[in-house]
C-alpha cells in the first residue's frame, strides 16, 4: 500500500467517525464522496455525494462531485443534466464553474475521454449525447441574458477537437472555441490546444486577457506563448507563482527574453533571493552584451 493510499484511508476513518456522531450533516458525506473520488472509486463517490444531497438539497460542492463522477464515469449526458437542474445556483459562484472546468478539462487531457471512446458502442454514445444536449441547450454563446450549460458547451468542444480540423470550423464551433478558451479554471493545456486551433495571433494586445488566464507554462507552447504568460506574470503574479513560472518555462527548455530574464533577476534581488536561477539568468544576459547596475550587483 503506497503512501497516498494510507492516508486516503486515514480520511475515510476520520470521516466515517465524523458522520457516525453527526448523521444529519451532509458535510460529512460530501467529504468521503470527495475522498472517494481522489481514489478513482467513482460509485461510492457517487453514492456519497447523493446521500449528501439528501440531507441539503442546495450543496452545491457535491452537485459539482456529481457531476465530476458522472464525467469520468462516461456518462456525459447525465452530468451535463445535473448541471441543467442547478444552473443558476452553480452559474452563481465562481468557484463552482472552476471547478467544473478543471474536471472536465483534466478528464480530456488524461486520456480517460480517450479510453472511454476505444468501442464503437461507447463513441456512439457519446455522439448521441452530444447530439441530445444541442437539442435541449442554448449553444448561442453571444446570448448573455441567461447562463450558458458550461458542462455541454464543454463537451461539445471536446467533440470538435476530435472531429474538425483547424481548416474546416464552422462559425459556431469557433464562437464555442472561444467561449471555452476564456473560461477560468480550464486546464491550460487545453487553452493552448484550444487557441492554436483559432490561431489566434499572441501578438496582438487584445488577446491579452486571454493570455492572462494561463496559470502554468502548456506543454508543447511556443516561445511567443511562454513570454507572454512570464511577462504578464512579472507584472501582475506573486512572485512564488513567478518562481514556479521560471521553472516550468526551464523545464520546456524555451528561452525566455532578454528582457523577461533580466525583471526575473531585478524582482528577486528585491526579495533578497540569490540562487543557481539568478546565476543562469545572469549569465545568459552578459553573454549577450547586456550589462548595467541590477546585474552588476547580481553578480
Known sequence: MTR???RLDIKIIKYENYIKKNPKKAYGYYSLGKIYLLGKQYKKAETYFKQALSLQKDYMLAVVGLITVNIYRGKHLKAAKVYRQYIQKLAA???YQRRICRAISS???AGSFKKNQESVISSWRFMLSIKAMHQWTDTDVSKKDRPHNLVALMLQTISYLSN????SLPTQVIDVYLYCAKLPG????MRWQLIQRLSIDLEADQNDEMISLFETIPK???ATLTNKIFKMALKKQPFYKIRQLYEAASETRVSLSLEN???YVKMCSEQNVWDKSVYICCSKLLSQGWI??????AI
Not at 164 to 167: D, G, I, S
Not at 186 to 189: K, Q, V
Open 4 to 6: 497516498s493510499e494510507v
Open 261 to 263: 530574464l533580466w525583471m
Open 107 to 109: 478528464y480530456y487531457l
Open 186 to 189: 480550464l486546464h491550460d493545456d
Open 93 to 95: 459562484k465562481n468557484i
Open 164 to 167: 474538425y480540423e483547424k481548416e
Open 292 to 297: 548595467d547596475k541590477v546585474i552588476a550587483q
Open 220 to 222: 508543447n507552447g511556443t
